[in-house]
């Protein structure tokens, strides 16, 4: 099984500063099958990001992700009051398992 | 609209069963591959079991192997979650969500809101 650990587990940022979490993986992720969901308390995950790099429909350009191999990188240039929430990762390319989150909370 | 809807949730004795439900509409369901996925209380998601779009191709966590049946019914446009001998680990908001694609290799593009389980004695 591929273990995703993300980093930090809390990020403390003021709105208009720049966010960068970090996911790593314990084996390469095949075909950069990695995506990114954020979650806001009381509401399901919404899909930002799929196949390491490709917004989802709907998702600003604010959001980006980059990475391949074991290392990814989900980035929001500049934090916007709505964007205060908990960030997963998930790999599909070998069976499926999510990260443990990264909360971003305001400083 | 797309919408999927969860129901089924609530409170179970250790050892029992229980049956989800997903009900799917605003897209063509038997186009996509379909997961359970549960989120404890207060803890991180976690992978639950996926299925095909025509049923072809199953997948479950380790955790509910053996225990958990997944199946469909794409002329009910509905997503099912058999549980049996049901544990305390097993509390959890239970959701449902769309595949991208066909089948078990994509992202989650559609979440319905959750039903909760509650196993408790």
């Known amino acids: 099984e591929i273990v995703l650990t993300q980093s930090p587990g809390t990020l403390s940022l003021s709105p208009g500063e720049r966010a960068t979490l970090s996911c790593r993986a314990s084996?390469?992720?095949?075909?950069?099958?990695l995506a990114w969901y954020q979650q806001k308390p009381g509401q399901a995950p919404r899909l930002l990001i799929y196949?390491?790099?490709s917004r989802a429909t709907g998702i600003p350009d604010r959001f980006s992700g980059s990475g391949s191999g074991t290392d990814f990188t989900l980035t929001i240039s500049r934090l916007e009051p709505e964007d205060f929430a908990v960030y997963y990762c998930?790999?599909?390319?070998?069976?499926?398992?999510f990260g443990q989150g990264t909360k971003v909370e305001i400083k | 609209e797309v919408q999927l809807v969860e129901s089924g949730g609530g409170l179970v004795q250790p050892g029992r069963s229980l049956r989800l439900s997903c009900a799917a509409s605003?897209?063509?369901?038997?186009?996509?591959?379909m997961h359970w996925v549960r989120q404890a209380p207060g803890k991180g998601l976690e992978w639950v079991s996926g299925?095909?779009?025509?049923?072809?191709?199953?997948g479950y966590a380790d955790s509910v192997k053996g225990r958990f049946t997944i199946s469909r019914d794409n002329a009910k446009n509905s997503l099912y979650l058999q549980m049996n001998s049901l544990r305390a680990e097993d509390t959890a908001l239970y959701y449902c969500?769309?595949?991208?694609?066909?089948?078990?290799?994509?992202?989650?593009?559609?979440w319905g809101q959750g039903t909760m389980v509650t196993v408790s004695s």
């Open positions: 969500a769309k595949d991208m694609t066909q089948w078990l290799v994509d992202a989650f593009d559609i």
């Open positions: 605003g897209f063509t369901f038997d186009d996509y591959a």
């Open positions: 299925i095909s779009w025509n049923s072809g191709s199953i």
């Open positions: 084996q390469s992720v095949s075909s950069s099958y």
């Open positions: 196949g390491a790099s």
């Open positions: 998930q790999q599909y390319g070998s069976s499926l398992t």
